[in-house]
């Protein structure tokens, strides 16, 4: 996983609620077994039309926001389906950040083990962002992990929360399994335990 | 180890957390331990692939089980020979994964392959007080047992596959109590579309839902699967119900449930578990089942559901401009009007099937209500049943001739046209009466309508070739 700490990069804005990951990855793209070139298939749905051709109306498509590494949307953002292939389209598409209102759970974690970050914004804040890059050229804004901000040129600052050791992971980017498995031998000495609880085994 | 706090009333996602904690570290995610692993085709290559390449192996392959549904076809020809080759090859990947690391499969010739939240209560792997998680966002289906039972992403397939674990942080509690009697014609599943309707699909982000109540007490265990299982549409982690006697009675004799002594044993387990009185709750909703009635989305997001008696919602009404433009968007995309009654919407196909509504309760409620009519001429219907087990039932129990003389097609199971990765697809424009879970766009095949309903009432809007009150369906036999 890529460390994090500051960004500085055009934001696109898809100034939609409720994204779900089926928009974010369709299905037809989850048949795949590698971890990566979801990228061309991120929002493939909307980014193209029915013949295969690029919808120039959707935000994308828009040369202004040609390697935007920063997503800004609406509320509960990458809601539905568990599929981690939408946090691998984001990241190989290029997007290091998303801001939105709230993100939907099991994103939420796919997106850290990815090292995605993501910002919770309140609403007004969110949708001056959006209407800054939906009505600025060139609109850029700095992301922040060490300082928990998000700043761009023109004055508009806010402070974000994140849980510490998230934030801890992503600036060092940080292997799950190797985290827990710290604790191998309290797993060892729990799992010695657990088995002996017969009506919570599986078989 | 006692403490004054464990005299404390306790919920029961509470009791189920706590007999799971490895370890919690001071300002780190609890490490969680899992008992049961669900695997399926789509969401786990990548991470045996992650393992490999770490060296690392399965650490407990007894406590882990895999099947196919996600990609395979539901005709028998279809399944002979997969001809969609990326998809033929995610399932031989699962297959050598399972092989090369001493994984349970239930392969797709197996008498018990079937969509993977069907199969685990099938075979008594599902049992209270567990923790169960799958790389699927429908896991919650398990909940219903009263164990905690969540969906992540393939990093965490791998995670649990090397560990047994998963750091977890601690989730919010939110009781949903159901008081009341059903009326007759209204289902498990028009709670659980009244429930996301009313506080949206982003309701409880952060939450367990307990799902608690009179009504929720009458249902069947096939009902209570219905509920938890859309609990990931009202954005819960999980939704669960207390175990009882009608939990009991479901998982007596099932293959990997306790035997003799030890099933006596696991019950007195089992009753512990339900949530003591004077626990607290982080939030709570009363609702009265005896003012729900049968309901049918209209929208993209399952959360745009009305009642069958109603019109299709206005934009204007919508409560801020992100939503009216959503309403509007979804409105376009469905290709209906403002207005337009619901039960005046006309279908092209109808879908009954999935981890919501592929059970046999569901398979005969629908033939109750298909028996002696026949399907619309202008509709092309199929019933997919969840699994193996529920189709040999099903067809012993005749259903799949009444469904068959009625005119629907009778499948091989599979989660089919629900999430349409195999060739169950709608075509562009096609309009779904659909007893599965999600409306998005595209969901069932891009440019396809999706209505969610129960069973019943797919089955009637089949027969008529639009939307039914049940209410009103006169039974044939």
């Known amino acids: 996983m890529e460390p994090f700490r500051t960004l500085t990069s055009i934001a696109a804005p898809l100034d939609r609620a409720n994204v779900d990951t089926d928009q974010i990855i369709p299905k037809q793209f989850l048949k795949r077994i590698e971890r990566t070139g979801y990228g061309e298939f991120l929002f493939f749905d909307w980014r193209k039309n029915a013949a295969g051709q690029p919808d120039s109306t959707f935000v994308l498509n828009d040369p202004r926001y040609n390697g935007a590494q920063i997503l800004i949307a609406g509320k509960n953002f990458a809601c539905g389906s568990s599929r981690e292939h939408a946090a691998w389209a984001l990241s190989n598409y290029g997007f290091r950040v998303v801001i939105a209102p709230s993100f939907a759970d099991i994103f939420f974690s796919n997106a850290g083990k990815n090292g995605i970050v993501l910002v919770r914004l309140s609403e007004e804040q969110v949708n001056k962002l959006l209407n800054n890059a939906k009505t600025l050229a060139n609109y850029q804004l700095t992301v922040s992990l060490e300082e928990q901000t998000v700043t761009d040129s023109l004055g508009f600052t806010a402070s974000f929360e994140i849980d510490p050791f998230r934030k801890f992971c992503l600036i060092e980017g940080l292997d799950d399994i190797g985290l827990t498995l710290r604790h191998e031998a309290a797993l060892d000495a729990f799992e010695a335990k657990h088995d002996q609880a017969g009506w919570l085994k599986a078989k | ?477």
Request: hydrophobic residues 40%.
């Open chain 2, 1 to 477: 180890m006692k403490s004054p706090m464990s005299s404390a009333p306790k919920t029961l996602f509470e009791k189920v957390w706590e007999q799971h904690v490895v370890v919690a570290p001071a300002g780190e995610p609890t490490v969680l331990y899992i008992d049961l692993q669900l695997l399926h085709e789509v969401t786990s290559p990548q991470a045996f692939e992650g393992l490999r390449l770490a060296g690392r192996k399965v650490r407990r392959p007894d406590r882990c089980i895999a099947t196919v549904d996600h990609n395979v076809p539901t005709t028998i020809e279809g399944r002979i020979k997969i001809v969609d080759q990326i998809a033929a090859k995610q399932i031989s990947t699962l297959r050598k994964n399972c092989a090369d690391f001493g994984i349970e499969l239930f392969d797709v010739d197996s008498p018990d392959q079937g969509i993977v939240h069907i199969i685990g209560p099938e075979l008594g792997l599902t049992k209270p007080g567990m923790t169960i998680v799958c790389g699927d966002s429908h896991t919650a289906t398990h909940g219903a047992f009263g164990a905690l039972a969540f969906g992540m992403g393939t990093s965490e397939v791998e995670h649990v596959l090397a560990t047994q674990t998963l750091p977890q942080s601690k989730p919010k509690t939110f009781r949903i109590t159901v008081e009341g009697e059903l009326p007759r014609g209204v289902t498990a599943k028009d709670i659980i579309l009244a429930i996301i309707g009313q506080i949206g699909t982003d309701g409880a982000t952060g939450c367990v839902i307990e799902y608690a109540g009179s009504a929720i007490r009458a249902l069947s265990m096939e009902g209570r699967m219905t509920i938890c299982n859309m609990s990931i549409e009202a954005g819960a982690r999980a939704g669960m119900i207390a175990p009882d006697e009608v939990t009991y009675a479901y998982l007596k004799g099932r293959r990997y449930s306790p035997k003799g002594a030890a099933w006596d044993e696991a019950v007195a387990e089992w009753s512990k578990l339900p949530t003591d009185p004077g626990a607290r709750f982080d939030r709570e909703l009363v609702i009265d089942a005896s003012e729900l009635v049968p309901y049918v989305s209209w929208g993209t997001s399952p959360g745009m559901v009305a009642p069958i008696t109603a019109t299709v919602p206005d934009p204007a009404a919508a409560s801020n401009e992100q939503e009216r433009k959503g309403f509007e968007r979804a409105l376009d995309y469905m290709g209906i009007k403002a207005g337009t009654p619901l039960d005046a919407i006309l279908i092209d196909r109808v879908f009954i099937g999935s981890c919501t509504n592929g059970r046999i309760e569901d398979m005969r409620a629908a033939a109750r209500i298909a028996a002696g009519y026949k399907v619309s001429s202008h509709v092309s219907a199929m019933v997919v049943p969840g699994s193996q087990a529920v189709k040999k039932q099903a067809e012993a129990e005749g259903l799949d001739r009444i469904f068959k003389e009625a005119g629907f097609e009778w499948r091989e199971p599979g989660c089919s046209m629900c999430l349409a990765m195999n060739p169950d697809v709608l075509s562009p424009g096609e309009r779904c009466a659909s007893t599965s879970n999600r409306n998005f766009e595209g969901r069932q095949g891009r440019g396809g309508r999706t209505h969610l309903v129960s069973p019943e009432m797919a089955a009637a809007a089949a027969i008529a070739g639009h939307f039914v009150d049940i209410r009103t369906w006169e039974v044939k036999r």
